[in-house]
């Protein structure tokens, strides 16, 4: 009797392969519901998710951003689907700082929050939970606590779980540092994608206990695990993705190459499309301003000359939109070039211009 009681509470042992297998079922439902610009994307989310379940286990975890130029691209979808497949997920869209911190202490829960541009933009107390969250060894919060007595003590919360926002347009920099970034686009008329139908989370009862049953067995990471992990062009994008790289590498079967493709797709691709729409933006400003005998240009001046070159896609290139002066602004300013403010205008001074000119275009 005492044999079959053991045997009985013996885990079954979720293997290598089994979880790759798991972690492709979980890529493809992702792929199935939602428009990704990449679908590696899903491969992301997938191994984001296996992470939520090794949380007490890793030093960082990146937030997961799920952002869209216009609403309806599927990001509340994304956050449904993170909640069927996450450990003791949790919507959380509609909930004060304080709750957050005393919800992590006591759950350490995934935590879902949806229309961040409307909630989080601008909430320094929330924001600071968050981005204080972002690596295990500063993830704490220390606040003043009203005593029986009437006095107040500080008291520290631990603020480190695993967290995934979802918004339109960009949120603050500090979180978005922290953050892999998962752009949606919204689906044409003729492409198809499943609806979240309100029993999906049961039917996955099973992929959840896979994943967690996996995580059971996982062995502490040793040093120089972390020290190997996929270059990213800034240190903290790096190590955004050492948790990700430590698992593909563990798990292999295919998922070391789909992790790498991942993180090219969301580091180093769409950063370099970032940086060619800066260069194409500085070789067509060139145009406008040489063999002109002229030391500054207004903003007003050089936007609507952008707009009026031959061939131009100015008209386009904001997220499908023409682009603004408040964008042109922001993305000179990303090669150093500021506007100086005028009694008549807002000018950019050609020697800014040409400086930059010099350090980001071939010669003429």
């Not at 069927?84 to 004060?96: G, H, L, P």
């Not at 008329?189 to 967690?212: C, G, M, W, Y």
């Not at 190590?239 to 790289?245: F, K």
Request: aromatic share 8%; hydrophobic share 40%.
């Amino acid at each position: 009797m005492r044999e079959g009681l053991m045997l009985d509470n013996i885990k079954p042992i979720v293997t290598d392969q089994e979880l790759a297998e798991t972690l492709k079922l979980i890529s493809n439902v992702f792929k199935e519901h939602v428009k990704f610009q990449n679908e590696s994307d899903a491969d992301t989310l997938a191994l984001w998710v296996l992470c939520t379940y090794l949380i007490n286990q890793l030093e960082i975890l990146p937030f997961i951003y799920v952002t869209s130029p216009e609403p309806m691209c599927g990001k509340s979808t994304v956050l449904k689907l993170l909640k069927v497949f996450s450990k003791s997920a949790q919507m959380a869209s509609k909930i004060t700082p304080a709750a957050i911190y005393r919800l992590i202490e006591r759950d350490q829960p995934t935590l879902l929050f949806d229309e961040a541009d409307r909630f989080l933009r601008g909430n320094n107390d929330l924001n600071g939970i968050l981005n204080a969250g972002h690596a295990r060894f500063e993830a704490s919060v220390i606040i003043n606590e009203k005593q029986g007595d009437g006095n107040w003590e500080p008291k520290e919360f631990s603020v480190w779980c695993a967290k995934a926002v979802a918004g339109i347009g960009a949120q603050d920099d500090t979180l978005i540092s922290r953050s892999i970034v998962v752009p949606l686009r919204r689906k044409l008329i003729s492409e198809t994608v499943k609806p979240v139908r309100f029993n999906l989370e049961d039917q996955h009862e099973t992929t959840r206990q896979k994943l967690a049953q996996w995580a059971s067995q996982f062995k502490p990471i040793e040093a120089e695990e972390m020290e190997s992990s996929f270059q990213a062009f800034t240190d903290r994008a790096t190590d955004n993705w050492i948790s990700i790289a430590v698992l593909a590498r563990r798990i292999q079967h295919g998922w070391q190459e789909r992790a790498y493709q991942a993180f090219k797709a969301i580091e180093i691709d769409r950063l370099n499309e970032t940086q060619s729409i800066g260069i194409q933006l500085l070789s067509d400003i060139r145009s406008i301003t040489m063999n002109k005998n002229i030391k500054e240009l207004t903003s007003t001046e050089l936007y609507s000359s952008l707009l009026l070159l031959d061939e131009s896609e100015w008209y386009c290139l904001n997220h499908g939109k023409e682009i603004t002066k408040k964008w042109l602004a922001q993305k000179l300013l990303t090669f150093g070039i500021k506007p100086v403010k005028k009694a008549h205008a807002n000018v950019f001074l050609i020697e800014d211009l040409q400086d930059a000119f010099d350090r980001y275009l071939p010669p003429y």
